[in-house]
């Protein structure tokens, strides 16, 4: 297949595999059958992009006009590739989990499950690879419905309060981005994406602050900046697979991701400080980091408290792009795959500990690591990731979030990650040390390898991240290649 | 036999109302069969006619060999052409998922019923494709007549709502009278083409600001236009389900497309024209607003709708208002999408009252579990009420949007965003309880209501894929059909 038929065919091969899905759920194992082999097919299609994009090629296909003068259009550059990169990646050993950890809980609507995560990863790489606003926001908006029938999939009163709680924060958002990009549209008519901005100059200052400030609302809510956040916490309701890949990697790091497509390839960095929303929306972001920290503190539900954890960190991502130097961008970027890498794995433990115990609140976990030691083992690694320990992926990041917050000027923001590393040790290793130390000594048992295999590598990840960022995907070298794209627009090879 | 395309889009159901309602005395049956044929041929004949309009330019016909000024003139344009076959379409759809309801009544009476459903195709198509202003009220009463008998089907309180709308239809029927006849005073003529030739140099004169006022009250009561839309949801809520879906789906939008046709094509927005179109544009920002609000308070699922289609009529003449040919393409695309979704809801939530008897909110706890498809298309067609892609009503809010922005009119798509996110609410209230509701045990020895026939399911899951085509394909719609219906430029 060639290259550029690659992009439409990794967003559809999921959808297909949706429907497939949908009509085979008589037989769970060829039901299951599907969604691996969708999950196959797209790793392999988005992993064959890598040496080509890596070395600077354009790999694009507009296949359908949407509107006059504007595409369906896909491109693969080195942000969107590693977005991919990571939520297919992850998709494929998350799909491992949820057959492990939805037959044995005996959950009901497993068809219904498994379809809708399929159509919200072609969403998500409809999001990576959407090259202008307009296919960037039908992917987001198809993300967001689809994201509901999961959260509401207990059907319970609470999951139901959740998913209208999701739906009336996202709806908002999305109309506020679509407002966004119609103004967008109409100043800068047939834009796409690119590195560096395309805005500067359309328009007077008090306009771009309005136009900055819905794209920003658009995005937050799924970046979970606060006050947007609200629906996070809540959505825990929803199957642990789902809040580890949907609330941790797919649905909030697209809000992440849009941020960082707004602020590199919308606005550019130059109009930002024109305008001075850099340093808002880094304040934003830093007060997220801090508030989801400490109120992570007080939150005795594991899950909860991985998803204030989350809130905080999705803004490292937000302030990364805020701060706008090369070094700050290649970190946020990179927070994608190392959060993801780190959070998915605390997720999976959460999911495996409840599937085996049923124990949700962290106060019931004493002696749970001497009976799941892999587990916990790999929580414990990924808290101190998290937390931003050398050789471990979380450091690459903050460590070139904090070099750039110096390159950009602004060398105060490094106390706000410097803050939040401590907060993270506070309210993650409380955690590490009930389950190992408190409680009755018991002998090992783990949750059966389709549980304890999925979490094992994603913390095998997190530790290779951190040693050999490059390891494999090229991944910490497509963050600072489109970094400096966007900083310097003018040196950039070709996109 | 292209020559004759206008005046056969409009003849084929006339005549067959009458040979209809002949044929009914003897075989009520046969009788529905040669309808469904009639209309099958008239849709053919408008679409062939839209072809050819697109190709070639307008077709023009002269009714009995006589030229205009003098005799009265068929015109299809682009423009007749899609909205003529829009309603054909849609007549036939609606009379094919009218069959279930059909048996339920005497076979005389299902010949009547055919007779008066071509009878209102026929004045809607008429509407559309006459080129004379006179022929049009002529043709505006056929279909308002046809509409109230066939609206007085639904028994009971439907005969009290069908009188309401008969005397505010009646009413506004003579404004629009009295506004040709203004015109008619000013310029001499009827013709539509010769008005416009004539009007201007005329623009100063107080009946044709009169006559233009009329016209803009009169049409807009005919199209339920906020705050003259008392008459449309008790009508839409208690007439049987075929005709409201057929009526929600063009009937309005024949008026919208009327005053379309007058507003920008006959007065060439010359004089108060040009004056009406920032009142219309603060009404229908209005109307887009009540119509959502007024629909987040009822319990009834047909009521909802009815009130959601104030709100989106408010969408339509927002296009109009700002008037740009961005607008006006989004306002012709949006008369097609909503008409395509708005029926395809009405469709489904008959189905909904046909097998559980329920139309009630509360009557549709956990329905989606027994009728798994009709709720998949009522989904699909609330989705594109909202506005959310990849459906087709994406993309014509977003022509709005763009539009209203393009003009600097920006409280108009701030509008549109709030009127799509109380659409979502009250679109969400029913999807929530059909989908996660509790269904009621049914009562002993009773089986749980099933699917729909597949009589009524084909028309509406058709619909629904029309809603998901109309939105990917939406370009090819925009670029071969409609950038061919737009307006001249705007003459002053």
Redesign the interface.
Known sequence: MPLPDRLPAAILVSLAAALLIALSGRRPNVRESWTFAAAAIKLLLVVSLVPAVARGEVVESSP?????GIDLHFRADPFGLLFALVASTLWLVTSVFSVGYMRAGGYARQTSYFAWFAVCLSATMGIAFAANL?TF??FY??LT?ATYPLV?HF?TDEA?RA??QY?AYT??A???L??AI??V??LAPGAEFQPGGFLAGRAGTPVLAVLFALFIIGVGVKAGIMPLHGWLPAAMVAPTPVSALLHAVAVVKAGAFGCVRIVGFVFGVDVLRAIGADVALAIAASITIVLASIRALGEGHLKRRLAYSTIGQLSYIVLGAALGSAAALAGAMFHIAAHGAMKITMFFCAGAIYAKTHLEQIEDLGGIGRRMPVTMGAFAVCALGLAGTPLLAGFISKWNIGLGAYQAGHPAFIAVLLASGLLNFAYFMPIVRTAFLDGEGTKPDEAGIALALPLALTSAAAILLGIFPDAGLNLYHLAWEAARQVVSPDTRGVL | MTAHLPILIVVLPLAGAAAVALLGLRAGRAARGLALAILAASAACAAAALAAAVRTGPLRYFLGGWAPPWGIEYVVDPLAGGMATLVAVFALAAAVYAGPFVERLRPRDAGAFHAVYLLLTAGLLGIVVTGDLFNLYVFLEISSLAAYGLLALGGGRSVLASFRYLLLGTAAGTLYLLGVGCLYAVTGTLNMADVGARLPGQFDSPAVTMAIVLIVVGLAVKMALFPLHGWLPDVYTYAPAPVTAFVAGVMTKVSAYALLRVLFFVLGLGGAASDVLPVLGWVASAAALAGSVMALAQTDVRRILAYSSVGQMGYIVLGFAIGTPLALTGALLHVLNHAVMKACLFLSAGTVLYRTGESQLHGYEGVARHMPLTLGAFAIAAASLVGLPPTGGFFSKWYLLTAAFDAGRWPFAVVLAVSSLLSAVYMFRVIERAYLGEAPEPAPGTAPPGEAPAGMLAPTLALAAVVLLLGIFNEQVVSHVIAFALPPARGH
């Open positions: 359908l006009a949407l509107l006059p307009v926001f039908i908006e198809i419905i509401i059907r139901k998913g209208r739906l709806l908002v999305g109309q506020a679509l407002l119609a103004a549209h109409v």
